[in-house]
């Protein structure tokens, strides 16, 4: 029987939808008043991706995001402050200064901290994928893996581990078309991601990355198929980034034409056509989960900015040889 997502439901996906921007926007206003610590990493027009996957999964799952997968942590627990205060470098953020953007995890909330060497994330989700299967827990570890980090070796040796072992592992592959300025087709024969899952024996499938909907189903329904002892399994989300690699980045290598293309599809426009067509939220209700989410950030703000920085002597006190 397909799974039905209940009223409530569409309006929490919304919810995070809207947040996951929100944060970004806000981050970038951060950035260009010069109060963050290193570069901002936008997901710009890839939130679908984020939010979909993340709020089809089980509590007991365990995410290993990357640097564009703010959605998936928001979901997971995190509020805006915490990112706000990690950009900022304040005391009170989730590694109290000691690191940047999106560096920062919690087992606890089923979070695995992101590697910046993008490609290791696979081998290590794998990991985990293996204690699982060990310890006979149905449990699915779900790893988050661009274009771009699925050209590294140890990407592929952490799939192909997977697909030896059979196990428990999901690969969300972000197919934003881009590595940072390699465009796919310079850095791969092949024409899309899934055909490299399937040389390892991968079951695989490709969705619209930007349709938060179809995104949810087929994590729901790889996710079960995993549970049942099925293997690894990889979704390849098209979609696109909407920003350059970073905020330092101002993209003038992507051709105008596609940002216009893609800017029609945004996954938050799209989204609210759907609710409208469906009669699934009302104008109200759009509008009191947008005040939320104003409230939310406005306090969180003040919060991030109200935090001091870490004091020097503290810098290495959570270090062990």
Known sequence: MPFRLTRAQHHDLYYFL??????????????????????????????????????ALEP????????????????????????????MGRRDGPTRGRDANTHFGDV???????ISMLGETVPLMAGIALAAKIRREKRVAVVYVGDGAMSTGPCHEGMNFAAVQRLPLLIVGENNGWAYSTPIGKQMAV????????GYGIRAATVDGNDVLAVFKATRAATARIRRGGGPEMIE???????????????RYVPKAEFEKWRKRDPILLFEKYLAAKKLMTVEEKASIESRIENEIREDVAFAEASPFPAPEEAARPVRA
Do not use: W
Not at 21 to 48: I, M, P, T, W
């Open 18 to 55: 809207r947040l996951n921007r929100r944060v970004d926007e806000q981050l970038v206003n951060f950035y260009r008043q010069g109060k963050v610590v290193g570069g901002v990493y936008s997901g710009l027009g890839q939130e679908a991706i984020s939010v979909g996957t993340a709020d």
């Open 60 to 87: 007991q799952d365990l995410i290993g995001p990357v640097i564009r997968n703010v959605g998936a942590m928001l979901i997971r627990g995190f509020r805006p402050r915490d990112l706000f205060l990690q950009y």
């Open 108 to 114: 606890a909330r089923g979070v695995i901290a992101p």
């Open 191 to 198: 024409r899309d991601m899934l055909t490299r899952a399937k």
């Open 237 to 251: 989300c098209l979609t696109m980034r909407m920003k350059g690699h970073a905020e330092h980045d101002d993209a």
